[in-house]
């Protein structure tokens, strides 16, 4: 006997023959799928969320329950295309001059508006602390957008103006430090920088006065102990805004710890 037909819900089956049944529903000519369920009343209660969720401008985001049907990035999707008139199929609430990223009901991220594209098609994922993104089949740091490499620590290299962790505008990431083995310090008053490399422990290459020098400071010390057969692959800084002949002054003239040329 067939199945009594239900508004919202198309009734199909996986692979193995299991009926599966999708919800789906159709708003301002934009048809939207809900998602897939195994049991034809979850998705109908799903059609009828989205139902309430679009005719109903009371229903926030802060409005969503665990108990609902809807997956909680799709209730993002939905307040959102109703209250902007946008449909974006990550969860993305759209601001006047930002945008709320959902990676949960309790942590949206704030980006600056010219991100929006990246992020509607690249979705956030979360392990640990460490935030990234899929592209060209790799995992990517939405750091990186930024110009923080991988290896950052927060408060030593980079820093958050108004100390919202989660807040990713470009006004509100200060970078202390762009280089490989260069740490940032104040002395006097004045900001120095610190070139530290790792063997077995870390070693003070020694303190410079820009972190130009102690970034290529780095690489010389680097230069030294692979030398003297330290086999480490060590990952060199590119220096910015130097020439070739700029850079090789500088390099000839730095002083290196005496203990970096005595490491074997």
Do not use: C, W
């Not at 704030?110 to 979705?123: G, Q």
Request: glycine share 6%; hydrophobic share 35%; no cysteine.
């Amino acid at each position: 006997m067939s199945q009594k037909k239900v508004i919202g819900v198309y009734t199909t089956a996986l692979k193995d023959g299991t009926p599966s049944y999708r919800a789906s529903i159709t708003y301002n000519g934009k048809h939207i799928a809900l998602g897939s369920y195994d049991k034809i009343g979850r998705a109908s209660k799903a059609y009828k969320e989205a139902s309430k969720i679009l005719a109903d401008s009371s229903f926030t985001v802060e409005s969503y329950k665990s108990s609902m049907s809807l997956a909680f990035e799709k209730v993002v999707t939905l307040v959102n295309f109703r209250d902007k008139g946008m449909y974006i199929s990550t969860p993305i609430y759209l601001e006047k001059k930002y945008f709320l990223y959902y990676l949960s009901p309790s942590k949206p991220l704030k980006f600056d508006i010219e991100d929006l594209f990246y992020y509607s098609s690249h979705k956030i994922m979360q392990r640990g602390s460490h935030l990234f993104v899929a592209d060209y089949g790799s995992q990517v740091s939405i750091l990186q957008r930024y110009g923080i490499k991988s290896y950052a620590v927060e408060g030593r290299d980079f820093r958050f103006a108004n100390d919202d962790p989660t807040d990713f505008r470009y006004e509100n990431i200060i970078i202390l430090n762009r280089y490989r083995g260069v740490r940032q310090y104040a002395e006097k008053g004045f900001l120095k920088y610190k070139a530290v490399i790792h063997i077995r422990s870390n070693y003070v290459v020694g303190s410079y006065n820009t972190e130009a020098e102690a970034a290529i400071a780095y690489n010389k010390a680097a230069d030294i102990l692979i030398k003297n057969g330290i086999s480490k692959n060590f990952q060199l800084n590119y220096v910015e805004d130097l020439t070739a002949s700029q850079y090789a002054d500088i390099y000839m003239r730095l002083k290196i710890s005496p203990k970096i040329y005595e490491l074997r």
